[in-house]
């Protein structure tokens, strides 16, 4: 089945410890994407990849870093300089340019221990 | 950052009724998605849209794209329990890679 599968569901941080959060996509796509959501609030823009060892800063980039070194994978780490690390966190692919359709994985709930 | 405003923000119907709800802009828009996103889950894509004026239908959903490419609208006609959710509309601004969502609409059918 092609997909896109976030791990794990559940995650939770201790205070001061940097934890990372797994994408995977096996829909061949060339753009990958992290956003944040708070209850009750939209989505908001992390970090996005157009393509393969590349990635550009969203909205609210500050205490998260990205890596991508392979076009099927693309993990967000929430680092201890991110104070309010606790929400849901959702992982989108794409085909590369500006309009295509963006595809989401199942998502990962990060909790404050 | 720049989020769209979706209205209404939440809306309470009876089962059978039409639900209306729109997305507006400050930027041009050249492409927009319209999501359903359950809890728990990530947002399941309903409708695309890629030209001004466009009008497309899903079934029981019809999305519009406005004329100044500024807006867009989601119709979804005889509701039923499962339409339950919160309604998201998603776009690039135009000639940026950027997508961004709207606030969100959430809906609750009343049986």
């Known amino acids: 089945d092609g997909g896109i599968t976030q791990s794990p569901k559940y995650l939770f941080r201790k205070e001061g410890q940097n934890v990372t959060l797994s994408c995977e996509q096996n829909l061949n796509h060339d753009a990958m994407y992290w956003y944040r959501q708070d209850p009750g609030q939209g989505l908001r823009l992390i970090y996005y990849?157009?393509?393969?060892?590349?990635?550009q800063k969203g909205d609210i980039a500050e205490g998260y870093s990205v890596s991508r070194e392979k076009k099927e994978s693309f993990p967000l780490t929430v680092t201890s300089a991110q104070k309010n690390p606790t929400a849901f966190y959702l992982c989108?692919?794409?085909?590369?340019?500006?309009?295509?359709?963006?595809?989401f994985g199942s998502g990962t709930q990060l909790s404050v221990l | 950052g720049q989020q769209l405003n979706q209205s209404p923000q939440s809306m309470f119907i009876q089962e059978g009724e039409d639900v209306s709800m729109n997305c507006t802009s400050s930027s041009i828009f050249n492409t927009w998605l319209w999501y359903k996103q359950e809890p728990g889950e990530g947002p399941v894509l309903l409708i695309a849209l890629y030209k001004a004026g466009e009008l497309t239908s899903n079934g029981r959903l019809t999305a519009q794209f406005g004329i100044t490419r500024k807006d867009s609208f989601l119709n979804i006609s005889a509701s039923i329990p499962s339409d339950v959710g919160i309604y998201f509309c998603a776009g690039p601004p135009s000639g940026t890679y950027k997508y961004i969502f709207g606030t969100g609409t959430r809906l609750k059918v009343l049986a």
């Open positions: 990849s157009q393509i393969v060892n590349d990635f």
């Open positions: 989108a692919s794409s085909d590369r340019g500006s309009g295509e359709k963006l595809f």
